[in-house]
């Protein structure tokens, strides 16, 4: 149940973290403010949107970042559950290695078969083959 309400948060501490990072301006568009084009910055104050959105940038990467080390906290929690469990540790399972292709293995066509001849003896061809 709070494995999920993590999952929830960090889903969208993620969103809103992308978003804000999206909105706001980058470090050029100061030198627009100083002819005029600065005049609509005013809705969070004075100073304009800088100080508001990234201090709320920050909360929501530390948030971002808290939740991310909780779901590995139990992502590990659960991988102890399965190796007390008596199932095998998933991070060193084996893997099966194919086994090498032997002659019979290969499926050979019926044509095939009948067309075949010795080394060293020619086959004249079919009538399909002219």
Do not use: R
């Amino acid at each position: 149940m709070i494995e999920t309400v993590v999952v929830v948060f960090h889903l969208l501490a993620a969103l809103s973290l992308v978003a804000l990072v999206l909105l706001q301006q980058g470090k050029g568009a100061e030198a627009g403010a100083s002819f005029g084009a600065g005049a609509s910055n005013t809705v969070f104050g004075s100073q304009g949107s800088a100080t508001f959105l990234s201090k709320f940038t920050a909360v929501l990467a530390a948030t971002f970042f808290l939740t991310a080390l909780g779901l590995g906290y139990f992502a590990k929690e659960k991988a102890h559950e399965l190796t007390q469990a008596g199932l095998p540790n998933p991070a060193v399972l084996e893997v099966q290695q194919p086994k090498p292709a032997v002659n019979d293995d290969v499926p050979v066509l019926q044509e095939q078969k009948s067309n075949t001849a010795p080394a060293g003896d020619v086959v004249p061809p079919t009538e399909e083959q002219k």
